[in-house]
């Protein structure tokens, strides 16, 4: 006769290498802005220099002429793509008050988000 004996056990090596998370924004978190959308504030005070994001993106068969939620995601401005986490949130400025710059790395589809200066704890980024 068969009888249960709880649970099968599972050998693991003892030192299993974790890999780190392609995704990280612990510094920030979106929620809404003064102007009806979302913005992305920054969680703890982040310094000139620091990584406030990094990730990863999704290419997408769209034309980002025409769809504002994308990113140019190509040196020939042909690709477009859409980010992890907080990415698609950011305030991007023309007349340069934005506190933060994206490093793009094509050619393995990741990206980081760094302070370009101080930011403040509650700060929208």
Not at 47 to 64: F, M, N, T, W
Not at 97 to 122: C, H, P, V, W
């Amino acid at each position: 006769s068969l009888s249960w004996r709880g649970p099968a056990k599972i050998d693991r090596p003892h030192t299993q290498r974790q890999e780190p998370s392609l995704i990280d924004c612990s510094k920030v978190e979106a929620r809404p802005d003064a102007w009806g959308g979302v913005g992305v504030y920054a969680t703890e005070p982040i310094r000139k220099g620091d990584v406030v994001e990094r990730g990863v993106v999704q290419r997408l068969p769209v034309d980002g002429n025409e769809c504002p939620y994308v990113f140019t995601w190509s040196e020939d401005r042909s690709v477009w793509a859409t980010g992890s986490g907080c990415s698609v949130f950011y305030n991007a400025s023309l007349d340069g008050s934005e506190n933060t710059s994206m490093t793009r790395n094509l050619d393995d589809d990741t990206f980081e988000i760094y302070a370009i200066r101080d930011i403040q704890k509650g700060e929208e980024s």
